[in-house]
């Protein structure tokens, strides 16, 4: 299995006592340890806050001291080891997703999880048909471009680091050799636009007034400093909510497994997609079954909330870091046009598409609602949680438990889930011109169903 591979290249004994190895390693635990308690000083918060998670500050770090950057401290050998721990690191933020969070009671939350979802989806498949557009009408003509790229902004903004490294060795094994790095590279772009951007946002929501966020900064500072590093000294519970994450990944990976068998009765096609599928969020499956099993047997005070939410924000940065420190830098250089222009029209499609939901679907809350999916549509999971935290602090909009739930079922389909899997194969089969089209037309249909379901199409007061 690719993902049991990777752990096992990252873990690899012929590598483990190497002096590349032991570097890497030691430089790679510095950054985990700054980066938890770097969080934690108020300056840090203010700048994550404003603009710039202390995250990609670190992983700008690894690409100056990189074998691309201009002091070259570190080899391409050690990047190549940075670079095995992102599947080990995406089990570890998807297991503890949904162990650190109560399971929501959905009860007369249906109609706003499905417009979250129906919102959702609309961004990813707007993501490709503008990607479409973009390589055919604005690339294509100019330059030798390759046609997968029309799927690098869903790729790269819906599914993030997590995703272009899925889909490294599929774009690899379709001769798109760059597709790698320039998925890492628009995932960075992605999370980049949804700091600065959503810092914008949510400045903008409290001067006019449209979030819940009652409090000043000085009391959300105490917000985010509420956890605590005293947990760390329970090797007990430790050991118990590492061996639930264990748990968690085993059930994901048991499910790929008996995926992976079935694949065997399909053609030659169908099996190549279905073995591309990522175990990722299987493993989020796992995640929510063992907190069910736990919250039906009364045991979830096995469970500490602040360490799993730790474990996830951990990973997600160290994952951030080592993507953008095994970047590329001399493919990303020569395909800067690609870049921005993708970016810019990502940027674009997402405004667009969240306006039309604010207008003709969202009757309440539609700042929080709004704010946590842009978020998610162009960073990460946990970019849009930060952003849905900084608006509404106090929950007072029950957003949180819509956007988890809603995250359930937008993740299998998008964001690394089997759709963004599936693309790269069937772009290339298809073409570019009946795959945008395709795109746009599940796109209008999304917003369509949406609008229709809320009754708002001719209710313009």
């Known amino acids: 299995m690719k993902y ?14 190497s002096d590349s190895f032991a570097v890497s390693l030691l430089f790679f635990c510095l950054i985990g340890f700054l980066l938890l308690i770097g969080r934690k000083i108020n300056l840090a918060i203010k700048i994550e806050r404003f603009g710039l998670p202390i995250a990609v ?54 109609k706003p999880i499905l417009n979250q979802f129906l919102l959702a989806i609309s961004l990813g498949f707007g993501q490709f048909f503008v990607g479409g557009l973009v390589v055919k009408y604005f690339l294509e003509p100019s330059m030798d471009v390759n046609p997968l790229m029309g799927c690098l902004i869903e790729v790269g903004f819906e599914g993030g680091h997590g995703a272009a490294t899925i889909l490294g060795n599929s774009f690899d094994k379709l001769g798109f050799s760059e597709g790698l790095d320039l998925g890492l590279a628009m995932a960075t772009m992605g999370l980049l636009s949804s700091s600065l951007l959503g810092s914008l946002f949510v400045f903008c929501g409290k001067v006019l007034r449209f979030s819940n966020s009652t409090e000043n900064f000085q009391e959300e500072n105490k917000f985010v400093n509420q956890f605590s590093l005293n947990l760390f000294d329970d090797f007990k ?6 061996g639930l ?40 499956i796992g995640s929510l079954l063992v907190r069910y099993v736990l919250e039906k047997t009364k045991n979830v005070d096995f469970i500490s909330q602040i360490f799993q939410r730790e474990l996830g924000i951990l990973s997600t940065d160290l994952l951030i870091f080592a993507s953008m420190a095994s970047l590329n830098v001399n493919i990303i250089l020569v395909n800067l046009k690609p870049i921005i222009l993708l970016t810019t029209f990502g940027l674009i499609w997402n405004i667009i598409c969240i306006s039309i939901f604010v207008f003709f679907v969202f009757e309440e809350y539609w700042f929080e609602k709004s704010l946590a999916e842009f978020g998610n549509s162009t960073g990460v999971v ?5 952003l849905l935290r900084l608006s509404d602090p106090k929950n007072i909009s029950k957003t949180l438990p819509i956007f988890t739930s809603k995250q359930l079922f937008a993740q299998l389909l998008l964001s690394g889930g089997f759709f963004t899997v599936l693309s790269p194969f ?27 379901l809320n009754n708002k199409i001719f209710d313009f007061n």
Do not use: H
Request: hydrophobic content about 60%; glycine content about 8%.
């Open 237 to 242: 519970a430790l050991a118990i909510n590492f």
């Open 4 to 17: 049991l591979q990777s752990l096992s290249s990252f873990l690899g004994s012929k590598n483990i006592f």
């Open 426 to 452: 069937l772009l290339q089969k298809v073409g570019l011109l009946y795959w945008t089209e395709l795109c746009a037309l599940l796109t209008l249909l999304i917003i369509g169903l949406a609008i229709l």
């Open 382 to 386: 946990a970019s849009g949680l930060l």
């Open 245 to 284: 994450v264990g748990i968690a990944i085993f059930i994901g990976i048991f499910l790929a497994r008996i995926v992976n068998f079935i694949s065997i009765f399909f053609g030659e096609f169908s099996r190549d997609v279905i073995q591309s599928l990522p175990v990722f969020p299987l493993i989020l």
């Open 57 to 110: 500050i670190c992983g700008f770090v690894g690409i100056l001291i990189g074998p691309y950057g201009v002091i070259n401290l570190f080899t391409e050998e050690n990047t190549k080891i940075w670079e095995r721990s992102l599947t080990p690191l995406l089990s570890l933020v998807f297991a503890s997703l949904m162990l650190g969070r109560p399971i929501p009671n959905i009860k007369g939350l249906i």
